[in-house]
């Protein structure tokens, strides 16, 4: 999936699935604003604040491991190829990304990774259970 923040062109890759179990367990203690994050008709709207808000309820060592996980597949278009955001620690090695972008990156990283696994999930406990 390909995105366009503070006019830069990134690419959100897919985790590995010991890394995408990694991030569900991560913010499953935030499932109702991972909820809001995922639903389909807010794929259009800023969802920064959640992500703050999702971050926010996370302790310190859980909420870097969530930012770290979810920017370890992302890429940004350079002038001849794309370059990894990160690098092996997890640390943006570009100093023009800000915090709207990184957190907006996460967002799309949630969303793409973990995010048909918490609709299907969240989903099934909306349903009304069958009469046996």
Known sequence: MNVECDGKEFQI?????????????????????IDGLVKPENSGKDRTMLMLLAIAQLSDD?????????????????????????????????????LTTL?????????VNVGPFFRTALGALEQPEANV
């Not at 897919?14 to 604003?33: C, F, W």
């Not at 957190?103 to 969303?111: F, N, R």
Request: proline share 3%.
């Open 13 to 33: 890759g897919n985790l590995g699935l010991v890394d995408a179990l990694q991030l569900a367990r991560k913010v499953a203690n935030v499932a109702p604003i």
């Open 62 to 98: 859980a909420a870097q491991d969530v930012i770290r996980i979810c920017t370890k597949e992302i890429r940004i278009k350079q002038p001849e190829t794309w370059a990894r955001l990160t690098d092996k620690n997890g640390d943006v090695m570009f100093d023009d990304i800000t």
């Open 103 to 111: 957190l907006t990156l996460t967002v799309h990283s949630i969303e």
